[in-house]
């Protein structure tokens, strides 16, 4: 099952994709996470993860790509990159949607996505395409190897 979608810079088609597809993408992604001190990025492979391929449809240039773990509570999401010459071009928008679509004909019962926490316009993005907080994931970097003593 593919989907294509319109956008202002040409269509993006995007359908599931085997590891092989994606793996490339996958690099690029690590490259530039690992380029980032402050990332904490999401397995670029997830084990067992389902994978979702954005091409031009064009000329079949691969854009980007998303991948998924499927869980007995519904389908987590992460990654979802886009190569930077693609990005603003429909490509995130369009896996989004093309995971939504998946979801609801397969009956997975809840779809999550996490994002930086200082990351407003990937949360607004989200927001647009229907996602709301549900719960928030907090973190601590010890710099000694125990937790800082409690404030109070």
């Known amino acids: 099952m593919s989907e294509e979608q319109a956008t202002g810079h040409g269509r993006v088609e995007v ?9 490339p993408l996958a690099v690029e992604y690590r490259a530039e996470q690992d380029a980032d001190p402050e990332a904490l990025p999401d397995p670029p492979l997830p084990q067992g993860g389902i ?6 449809a064009a000329d079949g240039t691969p854009l980007g790509y998303a991948a998924g773990t499927l869980r007995p509570a519904g389908c987590t999401i992460g990654p979802v990159f886009a190569r ?9 928008e369009a896996m989004i949607r093309a995971i939504q679509e998946w979801a609801e004909d397969t009956r997975v019962p809840v779809v999550e996505i996490s994002v930086a926490a200082e990351n407003e316009v990937g949360r607004a993005f989200l927001e ?5 907080p549900r719960r928030i994931l907090m973190s601590l970097t010890p710099t000694n190897g125990r937790p800082p003593a409690a404030q109070g």
Do not use: N, V
């Open 128 to 132: 647009s395409l229907g996602y709301r």
């Open 15 to 23: 359908r599931r994709a085997r590891i092989e597809e994606i793996r």
């Open 51 to 56: 994978f979702w391929l954005a091409t031009d």
């Open 84 to 92: 930077p010459g693609a990005r603003r071009r429909g490509a995130g």
